[in-house]
């Protein structure tokens, strides 16, 4: 069986170097147009996954800054109780006045889990991040976090819902809360070291921060103030709380 290859009329014999030259340049413009549409859209991809690492990242540092403002405030109330509680033991005039500020210093650590679960439920959202010591501080820190709500927060509010302080001078000063404070700082400290190792390992700045804050609270102004209404309430059931005191002590004069 004949096979007859064809040669391309401008490569037969006699069609000059020229020839040879437009069928090079053809080629050589065919594969640069493939190299750029595969290149273009790598790069597209490449610079689509660096944007949506650059937000998880933003996203989880955000959650851990948010969080250590609130801790650093619960700590900051668990010293003042310390003297609150050191003035009362020096100065036992002062409890009538000073009691209910113990209250009102009660630490809270208030938080959503969505960012936590997002990150740490998602093997898509930490393989585009791809820092796997990154990963295991933000794990520690989560830990820690629940952890300083558990074993602080919650064990103080716990502590003065079962503890008489408004009727005692005894139980007014008798609550822990140096033991309280050694913990806070403890662990407060550790989750500061991981949010400052998760800062420089993802080379985020004090300006990136504040910006995505200040974005996030464009986003939250638009919502009502739920943190004034709690403050207003929160300060009416202290007031209730006073005179349902000063009720009683009538009430056991009269008896």
């Known amino acids: ?19 040879w030259r437009q069928f090079l340049l053809s080629l050589f413009a ?7 549409t595969f290149g273009t859209a790598a790069i597209i991809d490449y610079n689509k996954k660096q944007s949506e690492k650059r937000e998880i990242v933003m996203m989880v540092m955000y959650d851990m800054y948010t969080t250590l403002k ?3 405030k619960a700590d900051s109330n668990i010293h003042r109780a310390m003297d609150i509680q050191l003035r009362i033991a020096q100065d036992t005039s002062q409890y009538q006045s000073l009691k209910y500020q113990l209250i009102t210093k009660m630490p809270r650590l208030d938080y959503t889990e ?18 796997v010591l990154f990963t295991e501080n933000v794990a520690d820190f989560y830990r820690l976090r629940q952890q300083y709500k558990t074993m602080i927060c919650d064990s103080i509010e716990a502590e003065l819902r079962k503890t008489p302080i408004f009727y005692s001078i005894k139980e007014a000063i008798g609550i822990e809360y140096s033991y309280y404070g050694i913990a806070s700082i403890e662990i407060l400290g550790d989750m500061q070291h991981l949010f400052a190792e998760c ?3 993802m080379d985020v700045t004090d300006k990136e921060l504040e910006a995505y804050q200040k974005q996030r609270e ?9 943190e004034k209404r709690k403050d207003s309430i929160k300060q009416n059931i202290i007031e209730f709380q006073k005179k349902m005191y000063e009720a009683n002590k009538q009430l056991k004069l009269e008896e």
């Open 70 to 72: 609130a801790a650093e």
């Open 199 to 201: 800062k420089q390992m």
């Open 30 to 36: 065919t594969t640069v147009s493939i190299a750029l």
């Open 1 to 19: 069986m004949n096979v007859k290859l064809h040669t391309p009329k401008s490569l037969k014999t006699g069609s000059g170097m020229s020839s």
């Open 114 to 131: 969505t960012t936590e679960r997002i990150f740490s439920s998602s093997i898509e959202s930490i393989n585009t991040v791809g820092n």
């Open 218 to 226: 464009q986003i939250k102004k638009a919502l009502p103030e739920d």
